[in-house]
């Protein structure tokens, strides 16, 4: 099993000229590859692989580009990987191997989005501690240790927000234990993040309201600034911090509710929303923006598999709001704003809370559809 830990780094000037030199490297040979390739498609002939790409990089590398000797290898070969996966996802994208929404061809990297990122493969670094050793860069301190023990597959290092970062890939050894949890239904909400058929309320965290309001003001704090300006610089770096500071903390709320659910729960239930077919509803769409749904599901999948839990998601059609969980009564007339509502069927008549009766229609679903 595969894990990653992002770390933030604290070089030395030196060591930062190594790091941006690396980047704009790796950059350089990401852009030289895509434009080989978009002349390729351009002439209708074949589009050369990110191998056949590197070794003709390799052949002229000497003559036409020599500084980029020093630089380590493996920025350079991990850039024609990352360009290779780009331009299939997107060849996949266009002849319908791959599904979802349609992949555009893959843009030139550019200086002006940040200093960027750079590959490291597994020989060329080492981890003792809070140091980490990289090759031509020397040893450098990382402001935590790594989290994961196992083989170290490689890493990336990357400007991100006024700092650099690193992000270690790890194999780890982990045999998934048997889970004895109840199966639990999820339902995702508007304004609470997240309802459990168990009742639990997971709150989308009010301080991301502040973060929030801090970077309108952020932003028009550089929109006041002379362009080109030291002070606009300044307020950039400023609203990226706070940009970034506002990714973590959604990441955050993510991480607690998806954790604490496959320790609960040997299997957890949501719903496949088809957040395409949702974004035509605005407001639903900043909701589910502002959920993360997509990352909500790439968490509990990962650490359903590390705690031997199951993750089911069931089919939109379920009408999950709508059915009484008492009785299976299905009741129209529930809207997205009614909060609770009574079972119209007169065996019936159970008070319920919309969300919670959601929950665990979705929980039954689940649990159905890990039987059949
Ligand atoms: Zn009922």
């Not at 009614?338 to 069927?345: A, Y």
Request: proline share 3%.
């Amino acid at each position: 099993m595969i894990r990653a830990h992002t770390i933030r780094l604290n070089p030395t000037p030196e060591q930062e000229n190594l790091f941006r030199q690396a980047a704009g490297t790796a950059r350089f040979c990401y852009n030289w590859g895509l434009r080989v390739i978009k002349d390729a498609l351009n002439q209708g002939v074949t589009v050369p692989t990110h191998r056949a790409l590197r070794d003709a990089f390799k052949q002229i590398r000497a003559v036409e580009y020599p500084w980029t000797f020093t630089v380590g290898k493996s920025a350079i070969d991990g850039a024609f990987v990352n360009l290779g996966r780009a331009v299939k996802n997107f060849l996949d994208s266009r002849s319908g191997r791959r599904k979802g929404k349609r992949i555009g061809f893959p843009a030139f990297k550019s200086r002006r989005r940040g200093y960027g990122s750079f590959y490291v493969a597994n020989d060329r670094l080492t981890v003792d501690g809070h140091t980490l050793t990289v090759q031509k860069v020397g040893a450098l301190n990382m402001t935590e240790p790594l989290r994961f023990v196992g083989k170290i597959l490689g890493a990336t290092i990357r400007y991100q927000a006024g700092w650099w970062w690193i992000s270690i890939q790890v194999e780890v050894d982990h045999t998934p234990p048997t889970h004895t949890g109840p199966a639990i239904g999820v339902d995702l909400r508007i304004k609470s993040l997240a309802v459990t058929s168990e009742g639990e309320v997971f709150e989308n965290q009010k301080y991301l309201k502040r973060a929030l309001r801090t970077v309108k003001r952020l932003q028009r704090s550089v929109s006041r600034k002379v362009k080109g300006s030291a002070n606009r610089q300044k307020a950039i770096l400023k609203l990226a911090k706070a940009h970034f500071r506002v990714a973590c903390q959604r990441k955050d709320v993510l991480h607690k509710l998806t954790t604490a659910l496959v320790q609960q729960a040997s299997l957890v239930g949501i719903e496949d929303l088809h957040v395409a077919g949702m974004l035509k509803n605005h407001r639903l769409a900043q909701a589910i923006a502002d959920g993360a749904w997509a990352e909500l599901r790439r968490q509990l999948e990962y650490k359903a598999s590390a705690f031997g839990s199951r993750v089911v998601a069931i089919g939109r059609f379920v009408a999950s709001s709508k059915t009484c969980n008492q009785c299976g009564h299905v009741n129209d007339d529930v809207t997205l704003v009614m909060r609770e509502w009574d079972c119209p069927n007169p065996m019936c008549r159970v008070h319920l809370d919309r969300d919670l009766n959601a929950a665990r229609n979705i929980r039954d679903e689940a649990l159905r559809l890990a039987r059949a």
